[in-house]
């Protein structure tokens, strides 16, 4: 399977914390430790924006093809417009600021941080700040489907609904007996996966269609010749928007593998970045696979995009 480098007139100077698709075109919005958020046309191999921040950034979001959110390690939660070319601060973590997602059902940014807080900030008001609920721990990864919001801290996940945040809908105090490294919402149907620092992954699917519900944990690397297992960290998993059960991994290793949930099989393995892979993001269409690798907190050296 072939790729296509990105090209960049000054590269990027730090590692990649995050990249994201545009819902809607193949506008790649890319955050790093270098604190600039990048708009990158994939279709025209053109950087389109690239804006300036006063912390390294941990995570960005899209709201729609114009307006894009930041998180920052000061805590800072900030809203750009892609047309103006103006940002605005909308709030603050008293921490590092680690996940931001935006929901398109109830017009809120969703945040999270190392204060150990998720917070619901609301376009719509003079004064965003729209909910707040102290955790009790730092949350590793925020993952967002509709109304149920996923969150992972420590070793265990837990499921809220954003129309009452109040309320834990459902908690999996023992989803893995290691940290879990990152969390991703399936797009069709309810659940997630979760990915490890030990190289394993846990899937836990509901299909609306009927009642056979799955659930079932594999690792990433088969056992070596001397019978150990490979334990590498998940960094980060993505779900094909098309595909049912097609999903991708990325590890600390730089390998890409992607699988079928349904028949809990391997499909083929991405030619092996020569550095970690940071983040992983399908296009709207599902045709496109977004790739970043990069040492952690060191210099971020590429975005491969399999064709």
Same mark, same amino acid.
């Given at each position: 399977?072939?790729? #296509?480098?990105?090209?960049?007139?000054?590269?990027?100077?730090?590692? *990649?914390?995050?990249?994201?698709?545009?819902?809607?075109?193949?506008?790649?919005?890319?955050?790093?430790?270098?604190?600039?958020?990048?708009?990158?046309?994939?279709?025209?191999?053109?950087?389109?924006?690239?804006?300036?921040?006063?912390?390294?950034?941990?995570?960005?979001?899209?709201?729609?093809?114009?307006?894009?959110?930041?998180?920052?390690?000061?805590?800072?939660? #900030?809203?750009?417009?892609?047309? %103006?070319?103006?940002?605005?601060?909308?709030?603050?973590?008293?921490?590092?600021?680690?996940?931001?997602?935006?929901?398109?059902?109830?017009?809120?940014?969703?945040? #999270?941080?190392?204060?150990?807080?998720?917070?619901?900030?609301? &376009?719509?008001?003079?004064?965003?700040?729209?909910?707040?609920?102290?955790?009790?721990?730092? =949350?590793?990864?925020?993952?967002?489907?509709?109304?149920?919001?996923?969150?992972?801290?420590?070793? %265990?996940?837990?499921?809220?609904?954003?129309?009452?945040?109040?309320?834990?809908?459902? %908690?999996?105090?023992?989803? &893995?007996?290691?940290? *879990?490294?990152?969390?991703?919402?399936?797009?069709?149907?309810?659940?997630?996966?979760?990915?490890?620092?030990?190289?394993? =992954?846990?899937?836990? *699917?509901?299909?609306?269609?009927?009642?056979?519900? &799955?659930?079932?944990?594999?690792?990433?690397?088969?056992?070596?010749?001397?019978?150990?297992?490979?334990? =590498?960290?998940?960094?980060?998993?993505?779900?094909?928007?098309?595909? @049912?059960?097609?999903?991708?991994?990325?590890?600390?290793?730089?390998?890409? #593998?992607?699988?079928?949930?349904? @028949?809990?099989?391997?499909?083929?393995?991405?030619?092996?970045?020569?550095? %970690?892979?940071?983040?992983?993001?399908?296009?709207?269409?599902?045709?496109?696979?977004?790739?970043?690798?990069?040492?952690?907190?060191?210099?971020?050296?590429?975005?491969?995009?399999?064709?």
């Amino acid at each position: 399977m072939n790729g #296509t480098c990105l090209e960049f007139e000054i590269p990027i100077r730090d590692a *990649i914390s995050r990249i994201r698709f545009s819902p809607q075109s193949n506008n790649l919005l890319i955050s790093s430790w270098d604190s600039s958020l990048r708009l990158y046309d994939v279709e025209c191999s053109q950087l389109r924006l690239e804006a300036p921040s006063e912390a390294a950034l941990l995570d960005c979001c899209f709201q729609e093809e114009s307006v894009v959110f930041s998180a920052g390690s000061d805590g800072s939660i #900030t809203r750009y417009d892609l047309h %103006s070319g103006i940002s605005n601060r909308i709030g603050n973590h008293d921490d590092v600021a680690t996940c931001v997602e935006y929901s398109n059902e109830t017009r809120q940014v969703i945040t #999270t941080g190392f204060d150990k807080k998720v917070i619901a900030w609301d &376009m719509c008001r003079a004064k965003p700040l729209a909910f707040l609920k102290n955790l009790g721990a730092e =949350v590793e990864s925020m993952s967002l489907s509709g109304f149920e919001l996923t969150v992972a801290v420590g070793s %265990s996940v837990d499921i809220y609904d954003l129309r009452n945040l109040e309320r834990l809908v459902q %908690s999996n105090e023992s989803c &893995m007996d290691v940290q *879990i490294r990152c969390v991703c919402s399936i797009p069709y149907s309810k659940g997630y996966a979760v990915g490890s620092v030990d190289g394993r =992954v846990k899937l836990e *699917i509901s299909y609306p269609s009927n009642s056979n519900n &799955m659930g079932y944990v594999f690792r990433c690397h088969p056992k070596s010749r001397d019978g150990r297992h490979h334990l =590498v960290p998940v960094n980060d998993i993505a779900f094909n928007p098309f595909i @049912s059960g097609a999903f991708v991994t990325g590890d600390n290793e730089g390998y890409i #593998t992607a699988w079928d949930a349904k @028949s809990r099989r391997r499909l083929f393995e991405l030619p092996r970045c020569s550095n %970690s892979v940071a983040s992983l993001s399908y296009n709207h269409e599902g045709q496109l696979l977004a790739v970043a690798s990069s040492y952690t907190y060191q210099e971020a050296i590429e975005i491969f995009l399999p064709r």
